[in-house]
């Protein structure tokens, strides 16, 4: 449902959200932010500001305690169950603990995501090889992933959220334990789906990765916005259309 | 939907080979618990059974002053039933009685062989309805038969329908607690294995989940899973349960006592319904042990 | 070393109290193999020591033409210990065994008053020694005493040895199938729980490796909490199989049958004995589980 | 028996090391380094490297395939299992991927390395409050570590080596989910432990901790170093004896 809505209005909505953890930790206070489609968003703030919980409100795994959450105009409090999954299979994420199978090779912990889709075999197979071949992974291809530096393990979760080319995008800390010429590259990747039309939002301490480009930049600071929403120069790309793998 | 599918058996085959030690335990835990349930079940029904026959034997013994004429027989029937319906009315001539009392001695009956027939008295034997078991029911049954024409007096053997149904009383026990105690033990070992299988595919039961994985794509391969266990294990379970079975058949048949008990297997239908269970019990104990990852 | 013993139980306290729940668990496990286990010991038992006392009730009887003139006995007596030492010899003359047969008969014995004593012959009823079991050395045994002077005949019980032969049997492979189903059972239920157990530690197990704890500081608060769990469910289940014999003992101890069983609980050492083999048990259980958490 | 060791003579000897992983990943080839007592040394390279690899050499938790590593003097490949267990007490180890205790509270994770020595509670206390004040865990102290932000648990991880001021620490990507402040932070806490006589080894990608400063810097390159032990101006501190805590 989110590649074919329209490119004009936010993709994102996040509307008075507060979120409080048992028993009063409060993580986000009253927050609101829109993310339109088609933009790459920084995410910034100190530890324990708030991003990932941000981020894991956005794809369903924690529900906020107040406020409105709309992924393409659907309110995702009142989404059912296989409506939830559906939005789960449309945003890649790459979590901070990269919640990969430490038992599983490198290859089906990227295949993971497009299965559960039905893809056919061959599409899985050309899409990781391309992967594999951008995040300087292919020797690993058949390894268990619990076997790999964790920097390659890093590499690993941002190909499975990268691997679907899924409209929206969430990279929580991405280049946390790689070298500054790999985060280079990763950032050259999330560019390219950028431009293909993903919609993506990157939380990060890494300077380098948000100073001197473009993008869009806001801070948490202890649940809430340091700099509230000054609307950047920010411009759609060209081709404002979505591509899907399937 | 031939695609969906293929993803499925593909998965079941992932997991199987993936997870063989854990499913290989399984399998064995389950086909024990299997058997071990079934051989409990076995004996109690053989015993039942047992119980049943020994019912049978139960008879009352009108003893008379005399022979009854053959023509008195249905008059003296009537009124036997007139009271309660029967089995069976035996009549019993001095003869007959004689030689029975020299088979019941056994070796030790040849000191009666220089007696000669003739000292015992004729009788007549009732052999009640099933439903009378209960032992006041039989008492006034047997009081009733006192009032018969020539009567001298009844009996039944009392003491063994009492010895009898000590001796069952204990082995029911026996096998109750037994039993009892098995079903907790299988219990535990089942939800053990499945609990391990579990902890076992947490992890990618959570990814599927965060990869937003429908709940049929997550449930189906269990399920084939599950069945196949299931299948297998009763299958494996029943089939070792059949060889004791034999054994104990071939080794126990001998002359004497075992006549009495001559044990059956279960009959197919049975075997049908511990297999069904066994299904269910394997699929739905994986299903309730995931719900937790299809939340959401 | 106060100091050490002040870590050890603080940290013993700790693992209870954090997991509780597995702990209880394994508790349950534990008490419930003990159980089920001695449960099957104490049918085992039981069952050889009836099988003793029914021994007991061997003998050969020596029929004889006349009865035996008490200057006559020792001699006879010292006859039939040439061949083989013997438990007791009783002399039965004929009033006797006549009252022995009315005994026999039970109620059905009341045929017999018309008859009268003397129509019985006397006999010799020899009790052969416990180790005398074997069949053919009972025949040959009775062959020996046709040859006594006056001896009529010689007959021992031979189809009610058979027939309790048949009948221990057919227990015991019940008792013994059942057991082994339940050891087996125990065992999975025991390695099971322990291996959850181990799950749910070995996370921990590995961060005070890292550490560099010593083997003693890991090992010493799980042999004390082994100690402990191996303690209380020996005591459980041992408890829970006193009140299990208690009851069967009080509901089957009515009359008739059950005296012949006259069921006894275990004497204090096997009690004691059950006890320090399951504290080895958990002791040892968890130290081999963990094993691999002590190298390097 | 670090702390003993005199100052004059390198802690870490590492001679001609090779390490492969079954069954055929060279993770280190022919590595050879020497780090003085009372050196504070960073340890760079790509993701991949090898750096993770290296220092659990140093610990122990991994053997190498050849060659020779000596700790204080002593050969690692010949020490009884007791002595390893003495060594990692006086080794703190930071480790990439934190191998904290998600259900322990955080003061207890980080407690656990001092129990091990059987340091007395009162002492315990005081040291923990001590570091949780440092890194800003304070109101974190009786929560469940799982609970936290990966950057608090980054933290915890950090407080765990750094809790008995041992003779030899180990951080192995210590500021990858950290803040450029937080990271300046944790930085100064080494540089302090350093000042007390802590030998400190820091496998990092983060150029703002190594550059401008006057440590030693080596740099893997493929399992093999790139800058060949270009021996450095290195000072040990002024007072060179070291601190335990009991
Ligand atoms: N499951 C949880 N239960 C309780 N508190 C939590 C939980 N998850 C996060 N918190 C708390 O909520 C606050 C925000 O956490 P969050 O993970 O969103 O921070 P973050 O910005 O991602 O930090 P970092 O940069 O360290 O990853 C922190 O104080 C954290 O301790
Ligand atoms: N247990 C293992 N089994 C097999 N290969 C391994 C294992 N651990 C590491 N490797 C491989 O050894 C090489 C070096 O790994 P190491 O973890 O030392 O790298 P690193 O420099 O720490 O990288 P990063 O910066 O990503 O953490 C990598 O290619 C990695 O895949
Ligand atoms: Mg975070
Ligand atoms: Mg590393």
């Not at chain 1, 691997?163 to 946390?176: M, N, Q």
């Amino acid at each position: 449902m989110l590649e074919t809505y329209p490119a004009d209005r936010p993709l994102v909505e996040i509307v008075k959200v507060t979120k409080v953890y048992s028993p009063d930790i409060v993580a986000l206070q009253n927050i609101s932010l829109s993310v339109a489609k088609g933009e790459l968003l920084f995410l910034t703030g100190r530890s324990g500001a708030g991003k990932t919980t941000l981020l894991k409100l956005i794809c369903c795994v924690e529900k906020p305690n107040k406020g409105v959450i709309e992924i393409a105009g659907k309110d995702l409090n009142k989404l059912s169950s296989p409506n939830i999954q559906a939005l789960r299979r449309e945003t890649g994420v790459a979590y901070q603990d990269f919640k990969i199978l430490p038992r599983q090779t490198v290859y089906r912990n990227i295949a993971i995501a497009m299965e559960v889709n039905y893809t056919a075999a061959k599409v899985i197979k050309k899409r990781i090889d391309e992967l594999l071949d951008v995040l300087k992974l292919t020797h690993k291809r058949n390894i268990p992933a619990g076997k790999l530096s964790r920097g390659e393990q890093q590499r690993v979760a941002i190909a499975r959220a990268a691997a679907t080319k899924p409209p929206l995008i969430l990279a929580d800390e991405p280049t946390g334990n790689l070298d500054p010429a790999m985060s280079l590259q990763v950032m050259g990747l999330f560019e390219k789906l950028n431009e293909g039309g993903s919609t993506i939002i990157i939380a990060t301490h890494d300077e380098t990765l948000y100073k001197n480009n473009r993008y869009r930049k806001v801070d948490l600071h202890y649940g809430q916005f340091a700099t509230q929403s000054t609307l950047p120069g920010f411009l759609p790309p060209a081709n404002g259309n979505q591509q899907k793998l399937i | 939907m031939g695609h969906e599918t293929y993803f499925y058996f593909k998965q079941t085959g992932r997991n199987l080979q993936q997870s063989w030690g854990t499913q290989l335990m399984t399998l064995f835990t389950v086909s024990m618990s299997i058997l071990i349930f079934t051989f409990f079940f076995l004996v109690y029904t053989n015993i039942i059974k047992a119980g049943d026959r020994f019912g049978d034997e139960l008879r009352l013994i009108v003893y008379l002053d005399d022979e009854v004429v053959p023509e008195m027989r249905p008059q003296i029937k009537k009124k036997i039933t007139d009271y309660s319906p029967v089995e069976k009315i035996v009549f019993v001539s001095r003869d007959e009685a004689f030689h029975r009392l020299n088979v019941q001695l056994g070796q030790e009956g040849d000191v009666l062989n220089d007696l000669g027939a003739g000292f015992l008295p004729p009788s007549i034997e009732v052999f009640p309805k099933k439903d009378l078991k209960n032992l006041t029911l039989i008492k006034q049954f047997s009081d009733y038969l006192t009032t018969l024409p020539g009567a001298q007096k009844v009996q039944f053997g009392q003491g063994w329908v009492e010895r009898f149904g000590y001796f069952t009383e204990l082995l029911r026990v026996i096998v109750f607690l037994s039993g009892g105690l098995l079903v907790m033990a299988t219990a535990f070992m089942v939800s053990y294995s499945i609990r391990l299988t579990v902890i076992e595919k947490e992890a990618e039961l959570e990814v599927l989940r965060l990869v937003g994985a429908r709940s049929s794509y997550i449930q189906t391969p269990l399920l084939i899973e599950g069945f196949l266990q299931g299948l297998l294990s009763s299958g494996i379970g029943l089939g070792m349960l059949y060889l004791i079975f034999l054994w104990t058949k071939t080794h126990l048949s001998g002359p004497g006592f075992l006549h009495l008990l001559d044990i059956t297997f279960f009959p197919p239908v049975t075997t049908g319904i511990i297999m069904g269970m066994s299904i269910l019990l394997c699929t739905g104990g994986s299903l309730v042990s995931i719900r937790k990852y299809l939340r959401i």
